[in-house]
């Protein structure tokens, strides 16, 4: 069973930026997809970013493109979401999420299957 640890969450103004950090509790987290989704009230969550480990290719969402950056500490067990030129529309609950095994790795939210906590992210305008 691997834990996930997010951190990193908090309020920014309106273009801002914030650091999320995920940190995974077992190496195995290494081979497989990692990615960070987010959700608001009353609506599904959705896929920001993915990372595959072991080519470091990753997957972004059309509306966080440019903004934002995913990457991974492998000696850590940690990925990070970097985001810049934050938004209100941004504002959510934003979650580490990691997939058991498999070469696949994208934004289908079906697809993984350890989840975090979840850490807030509020942007003002």
């Known amino acids: 069973q691997v834990q996930l640890v997010e951190s990193g969450g908090g309020s920014v103004q309106d273009g801002g930026s914030l650091t999320l950090s995920c940190v995974a509790s077992?190496?195995?987290?290494?081979?497989?997809?990692m990615g960070w989704f987010r959700q608001v009230p009353g609506k599904e969550r959705e896929g920001v970013a993915s990372i595959y480990p072991p080519s470091s290719r990753t997957y972004y969402d059309d509306s966080v493109k440019g903004r934002f950056t995913i990457s991974q500490d492998s000696a850590k067990n940690t990925v990070y979401l970097q985001m810049n030129n934050l938004k209100p529309e941004d504002t959510a609950m934003y979650y580490c999420?990691?997939?058991?095994?498999?070469?696949?790795?994208?934004?289908?939210?079906?697809?993984?299957?350890?989840w975090g906590q979840g850490t807030q992210v509020t942007v003002s305008s």
């Open positions: 999420a990691a997939r058991s095994g498999g070469a696949w790795c994208g934004l289908a939210r079906t697809a993984f299957n350890f």
């Open positions: 077992e190496y195995t987290y290494s081979r497989n997809c």
